[in-house]
Structure formats: C-alpha cells, structure tokens
C-alpha cells in the first residue's frame, strides 16, 4: 500500500511537472491534434490555477495518507517495547533523564517516522519525478 502510495505521489509530482513545462509551442502543437487527450491537456492548461489547486491538493491527501500508513507499519514493526527499551537506554543521558521513557519512547517513534516518511516524500514523490523530466 505505502509502495503505490508513494508511486500516486510520484505521478501527480510528475504531472505537476508535465502541464507547466509546456511551452506555448507545445500547446499549440496540440490544439492542432484531434485527441481526446490533447483537447483535455489543453483544457486543463486554460486554467492554470485551478489545474495547480488540484493537484496539490491532491498531492497532500496522497501525502497525508502515506503518513497513516507509514505510522501503522512502524507501529507493527516495531514493537512497543523496543521503544521504551531504547528510551530507558537514553533516559541515562543527562540531557534527557528529566523525561520519563514513555515521553522519550514516543518521541522516539514520532523521530522515526517523521525522519522515514520525510525521506521517501521527498526522495520519491517529489525530487524523483522532478529529476526525471530531464
């Protein structure tokens, strides 16, 4: 699921990408075509920003949604108590033995899936399909 989640990211990045790397050329060339397809890139071309606040608004439900799944696959990878194990590790430190380890152990796991999902957002739905028009 997080797999084709991150492949709808990656498509509406690239297609954010696609309609406003068209020159006026291009357009032209495709007004020119009878196509369904080339009459629908056209039209959606005709208003620029709602073809914008659509897909970035799709993009952030795609996003928000790899975020919940991400949680729950963590959450079933990672035990509860590999957390807190870490935390009663950490908590010896003395930057952090004023906190208790179910504060740590959850600051552990927001960390973590913060750091993972930011990585594979920006990695594959974004800098990816961006990198790959060239």
Request: charged share 15%.
């Amino acid at each position: 699921m997080l797999v084709l989640l991150l492949m709808c990211s990656a498509l509406i990045s690239g297609s954010e990408v696609a309609f406003f790397s068209l020159t006026p050329q291009d357009l032209e060339d495709l007004r020119g075509e009878k196509s369904k397809i080339a009459n629908r890139v056209v039209g959606l071309r005709a208003t620029p920003r709602r073809l914008l606040a659509t897909i970035l608004i799709t993009n952030n439900l795609v996003n928000i949604a790899i975020v919940v799944v991400s949680a729950f696959l963590i959450g079933r990878i990672f035990p509860a108590g590999v957390f807190l194990r870490w935390a009663e590790a950490l908590t010896e430190l003395p930057l952090l033995e004023s906190f208790s380890h179910a504060d740590v152990a959850q600051a552990i796991n927001f960390i973590l899936t913060v750091v993972i999902v930011t990585f594979l957002l920006v990695l594959f739905g974004e800098v990816a399909p961006k990198y790959m028009r060239n």
